[in-house]
């Protein structure tokens, strides 16, 4: 297969916000719906793997492979619907929403990465989802070439799941993601701290995403400082029966109700009352602030990551006899 190394580089490491040293094949990164079909066509047989911003990804081992990234951009104004190119990057946006009097959003602001990710992780922070917001997702069939359009619903979207993670992995290759918002604005304050930095003002749209993106900057280390992937573990949902046993123990544990049967628990909570916040094991570590997040003290491989990770979750078990599970995509 013949490449054009001026136009493409094989380096990952400005690809991965773990700031992980590894390598490709080679990296396309098509700005148009046409140039994206193009690399299909040339890829076909051959290993690829698809990437968007890196913000969700630990590299253990070079890829022998290529790697496909949406530079597509764009902001279609349809209101109340958004149409945005999969390059574009998610925080981009919101502020594009929340400016033009489009709500639903503004409690995601901030999440690293790009559009195209957050229909592929059904991305959340502070009590919604991407899942409430995506109206339909256009995409490249890996195996045909062709154009088609996916309905939200066809996605099975579940916590921090899709089938675009599952059994649509690589079968498609987005290109747009179309968001239905609502130009009236109806605040989500009951998860996290939101109600308390916001008490006694009068709450708006761009008050929330202020106060989101100060709280996240507070706790979250810059990963040009230190790399990262944000929250690196998933918040467990556990059987009713066995909170209420946790909870017997641990009173003062943190929960968020999902149901009548299932009741989520911050996992954060639980790696910091095992003693990680802060703690580094080789080159890797838990970030001071935030034990949800693994940082790369400089220099770590992705091996030492997930040595780290495997060492947390195996004294949360001990603990408290509940798995907690990746979020990151680990490669």
Known sequence: METNASHYVKSLLKYNTFNIDCSCRDIYEPTTVEEAKNVIAKIQ???????GGGSNLLLTQDYDGYILHSCIKGISDLSPLIRCGSGEVWDDVVAYAVEHGMYGMENLSIIPGEVG?????????YGVEAKDLIYNIEAIEIATGKEVVISADECQYAYRYSRFKGEWKNKYFITYVTYKLNKDFTPHLDYGNLHQLLEGQNVTAEKVREAIISTRNAKLPDPKVEGNAGSFFMNPIVPREKFEILLKEYPQMPFYEVDSERVKIPAGWMIDQCGWKGKTMGRAGVHSKQALVLVNRGGATGKEIVDLCNAIRVDVFNKFGVMINPEVNIV
């Open 117 to 125: 990710a957050s229909a592929v992780q059904n991305i959340g922070a």
């Open 45 to 51: 047989g051959e290993p690829f793997m698809i990437l």
